[in-house]
């Protein structure tokens, strides 16, 4: 081999591009040629150099971030990020709704069969059936009849009236239910034991029951569960509580 | 062809064709609108693209011909290119090398110096041979070139830049543009 024409060959046998039959042919060349192997010397130490430019310059985070968001697909992608929000929201409305509406509705049910409590009292045939204007002879009627005890305040001097006592149920839940007359009026007072299920039914509230026009006070006084029906005027509902709240404190 | 696939076969070529395009056009910013351009055009032309082919040196030929066209890119296509009377050129002035001028071959600092200041022709030779690592023959598809003409551009190359470096000054190229 010529070394005139050496020059491309040394590169191709270094790149390993030399089909087998030439590189054989450089290899025994190069034994012999001090000028050669020097000179492929050379290219391969500045060869090793040369993987330094791999990686020299690195993009910048941002530039990277523009041209993704260029080759991405911005229809599908934009059209998740605006409705996902959207809908979540949409999807915690309506169960936030539905759960109010349901919790409402359940209360707004219990109160319901209150006043049908009180209503059915005040149309049976015996509208009680302890009679008595004594709460000394009302209150011990209800014992071993219902599980748990009571106080009842003096109506003495006020302008409210014991009539008499009935047992009711209300969700299973024995109960008494007191009648108290006020003027022309009646007013039935309900008292339960304090249970969970009863608790969630039977929310603290004063005024009228939207669906019956009844006016309702309920409360929780220890563990019990006090609830007045009427259609008496609110103010005589709400004294009548006060004079029960403070003897069940 | 699919955007989504498209995405996920050209992304992780992103630094390497950076890196390409920062060496090709001397600054960040052509750089940055090179790389741009490439990928907008490969997105478009993805359809083209036939599966199972390189996707490495098909993004490189769209960059390297969206190189040309450039600003940059033209003034290099007026270059004249010495290959044709190169063969056999220079090698009675090659003399043995002292080693201390040998080591500025292994001088990183050096070699990227004369690297960048190599006329394109001969820098992309070198570039997508000895940093990138095609074969001759994708470096031949890349260039559109034969591949005869890569083997002698290339060793042009290497000669040019081994003589910058050994003559110490890796500033100067021996090489007019």
């Given at each position: 081999?010529?070394?005139?024409?050496?020059?491309?060959?040394?590169?191709?046998?270094?790149?390993?591009?030399?089909?087998?039959?030439?590189?054989?042919?450089?290899?025994?060349?190069?034994?012999?040629?001090?000028?050669?192997?020097?000179?492929?010397?050379?290219?391969?130490?500045m060869q090793r150099s040369l993987r330094n430019a791999r990686g020299h310059y690195a993009p910048s985070?941002?530039?990277?971030?523009k041209v993704q968001k260029q080759i991405s697909r911005p229809k599908r992608r934009s059209w998740l990020i605006w409705t996902m929000p959207i809908g979540v929201a949409f999807a915690t409305t309506i169960l936030l709704t539905a759960f109010v509406w349901i919790?409402?509705?359940?209360?707004?049910?219990?109160?319901?069969?209150?006043?049908?409590?009180?209503?059915?009292?005040?149309?049976?045939?015996?509208?009680?059936?302890?009679?008595?204007?004594?709460?000394?002879?009302?209150?011990?009627?209800f014992q071993g009849k219902i599980p748990f005890s009571f106080n009842l305040p003096e109506f003495n001097g006020t302008q409210y009236t014991l009539v008499g006592g009935r047992m009711v149920y209300f969700h299973q839940h024995p109960g008494a239910q007191l009648i108290v007359s006020m003027n022309q009026h009646k007013i039935s007072v309900l008292i339960f034991q304090n249970s969970v299920d009863l608790g969630r039914a039977l929310t603290e509230q004063t005024g009228l029951d939207r669906r019956t026009s009844f006016g309702i006070e309920a409360w929780q006084s220890q563990q019990l569960r006090f609830v007045l029906v009427s259609d008496a005027d609110p103010a005589g509902i709400d004294n009548l509580a006060r004079l029960l709240k403070q003897v069940n404190q | 062809m699919d955007q989504e696939f498209f995405e996920m076969l050209a992304m992780p070529l992103?630094?390497?064709?950076?890196?390409?395009?920062?060496?090709?056009?001397?600054?960040?910013?052509?750089?940055?609108?090179?790389?741009?351009?490439?990928?907008?055009?490969?997105?478009?032309?993805?359809?083209?693209?036939?599966?199972?082919?390189?996707?490495?040196?098909?993004?490189?030929?769209?960059?390297?011909?969206?190189?040309?066209?450039?600003?940059?890119?033209?003034?290099?296509?007026?270059?004249?290119?010495?290959?044709?009377?190169?063969?056999?050129?220079?090698?009675?002035?090659?003399?043995?090398?002292?080693?201390?001028?040998?080591?500025?071959?292994?001088?990183?600092?050096?070699?990227m110096n004369a690297l960048a200041e190599l006329p394109v022709p001969y820098r992309e030779m070198i570039l997508l041979s000895d940093m990138e690592e095609l074969s001759y023959k994708e470096i031949a598809q890349v260039l559109a070139v034969p591949i005869g003409t890569v083997m002698s551009r290339l060793s042009r190359g290497r000669k040019m830049l081994r003589q910058a470096l050994l003559a110490g000054s890796p500033g100067r190229s021996t090489h007019a543009m």
């Amino acid at each position: 081999m010529q070394c005139s024409y050496a020059a491309t060959m040394l590169d191709a046998y270094l790149d390993g591009e030399l089909p087998p039959d030439r590189a054989v042919v450089v290899q025994e060349h190069l034994g012999s040629c001090m000028r050669c192997s020097s000179e492929i010397a050379e290219i391969a130490r500045m060869q090793r150099s040369l993987r330094n430019a791999r990686g020299h310059y690195a993009p910048s985070a941002e530039f990277r971030r523009k041209v993704q968001k260029q080759i991405s697909r911005p229809k599908r992608r934009s059209w998740l990020i605006w409705t996902m929000p959207i809908g979540v929201a949409f999807a915690t409305t309506i169960l936030l709704t539905a759960f109010v509406w349901i919790g409402n509705a359940r209360r707004s049910a219990a109160f319901a069969e209150l006043a049908d409590l009180h209503v059915n009292a005040l149309s049976s045939t015996n509208l009680v059936d302890v009679v008595s204007t004594d709460r000394h002879t009302v209150k011990p009627w209800f014992q071993g009849k219902i599980p748990f005890s009571f106080n009842l305040p003096e109506f003495n001097g006020t302008q409210y009236t014991l009539v008499g006592g009935r047992m009711v149920y209300f969700h299973q839940h024995p109960g008494a239910q007191l009648i108290v007359s006020m003027n022309q009026h009646k007013i039935s007072v309900l008292i339960f034991q304090n249970s969970v299920d009863l608790g969630r039914a039977l929310t603290e509230q004063t005024g009228l029951d939207r669906r019956t026009s009844f006016g309702i006070e309920a409360w929780q006084s220890q563990q019990l569960r006090f609830v007045l029906v009427s259609d008496a005027d609110p103010a005589g509902i709400d004294n009548l509580a006060r004079l029960l709240k403070q003897v069940n404190q | 062809m699919d955007q989504e696939f498209f995405e996920m076969l050209a992304m992780p070529l992103f630094d390497q064709l950076f890196n390409l395009a920062q060496w090709l056009t001397g600054n960040r910013t052509d750089a940055e609108d090179l790389v741009q351009e490439t990928y907008a055009k490969a997105l478009k032309g993805f359809k083209s693209f036939e599966e199972g082919t390189n996707v490495r040196s098909w993004m490189y030929k769209i960059l390297r011909n969206t190189f040309l066209t450039s600003r940059t890119g033209l003034k290099v296509q007026n270059t004249v290119l010495l290959e044709d009377e190169f063969d056999g050129l220079d090698f009675a002035a090659h003399n043995i090398t002292p080693e201390l001028h040998l080591l500025q071959l292994e001088n990183s600092h050096s070699v990227m110096n004369a690297l960048a200041e190599l006329p394109v022709p001969y820098r992309e030779m070198i570039l997508l041979s000895d940093m990138e690592e095609l074969s001759y023959k994708e470096i031949a598809q890349v260039l559109a070139v034969p591949i005869g003409t890569v083997m002698s551009r290339l060793s042009r190359g290497r000669k040019m830049l081994r003589q910058a470096l050994l003559a110490g000054s890796p500033g100067r190229s021996t090489h007019a543009m």
